[in-house]
């Protein structure tokens, strides 16, 4: 609308008793013969940061439910010893042949135990131990406090071999996380073994795994994975033998 002179934009009207209020604001209106020179800005890279070196690991599953899968479930995570790391590409070695088996496309947060934790029943939710452990690679573990590793958005995390449910994650500085109210490993039945201090440790993050083509394999064979990064001379190798965890049902759990 034009009062006077000036160019207005009516952005609301209220009807009161014998007038009408209107919200004006000022409009600038801009003609071809008006027209301001465009300022194309200035670029602003992205900081360079460093890849570091990349932190490679090889795990072994069991089944998702309580039926047992048909083949055995491997997988691959991955990381960056600095914050510059992004992905890295796997290839799968079977008899001097390099297969491509895709890419890590996030880090996993990768670490290792800070201190010991015991044996504990299988078929128990552990109450008292405490995971402590630190992070390594450039990512980070979920928070989470669900109260029960049998909350149904409760992670995993994997100590050597066994994985763990968890019902509890709080950072405690200088990348060491508390992990609490451990379901021990479903896997297996009996008691659990007891994991040193240094033990490998991985948060499990679905988005950030790959999972390797296991048809030309079957139990006892080795399997051997290598990945390498922006970062990395050569690449980094990891192996293992297929057990076939995932073949065998989980047991049922008592809280």
């Known amino acids: 609308q034009v ?22 604001a000022r409009w600038m209106a801009r003609h071809a013969t008006e027209a301001l020179p465009d300022d194309p800005g200035r670029h602003q890279p992205p900081p360079d940061l460093a890849a570091g070196e990349t932190v490679l690991r090889l795990i072994e599953l069991p089944s998702a ?19 510059g790391w992004r992905r890295a590409a796997i290839a799968q070695h079977i008899d001097d ?3 491509d088996a ?17 044996v504990h029943p299988a ?9 402590l452990i630190r992070i390594d690679t ?37 990348g060491i996380y508390a992990v609490r ?3 021990r490993d479903c896997a297996k039945a009996g008691v659990t073994t007891a994991h040193p201090a240094g033990s490998a440790a991985l948060f499990l993050d679905r988005d950030s795994l790959v999972f390797p083509d296991l ?10 994975i290598s990945a390498i990064a922006l970062g990395d001379d050569v690449p980094v190798m990891v192996s293992r033998e297929v057990a076939g965890t995932a073949i065998r049902p989980c047991d049922p759990v008592h809280g």
């Not at 207005?8 to 209020?21: C, N, T």
């Not at 899968?69 to 997988?75: D, E, G, M, N, S």
């Not at 048809?215 to 051997?224: K, P, Q, T, V, W």
């Open 3 to 24: 009062f006077g002179s000036k160019h207005v934009r009516i952005s609301g009207i209220e009807h009161r008793a014998g007038y009408v209020v209107l919200d004006c």
């Open 65 to 83: 439910g309580a039926i047992a899968a048909t083949a055995p479930i491997l997988a691959v995570a991955a990381g960056g010893t600095e914050a």
């Open 97 to 99: 042949v390099y297969l």
């Open 102 to 118: 895709g890419s890590v496309s996030a880090p996993s947060a990768i670490g290792e135990l800070v201190s010991p934790i015991n």
């Open 123 to 131: 078929h128990l939710i552990d109450r008292s131990s405490v995971l």
């Open 138 to 174: 450039n990512a980070t573990p979920p928070e989470f406090n669900g109260g029960t590793p049998l909350h149904p958005d409760a992670p995993y995390v994997m100590i050597g071999d066994e994985l763990i449910r968890v019902g509890s994650i709080e950072p405690q500085g200088n």
């Open 181 to 183: 109210m451990l379901l």
């Open 215 to 224: 048809r030309a394999l079957s139990i006892g064979n080795m399997i051997e």
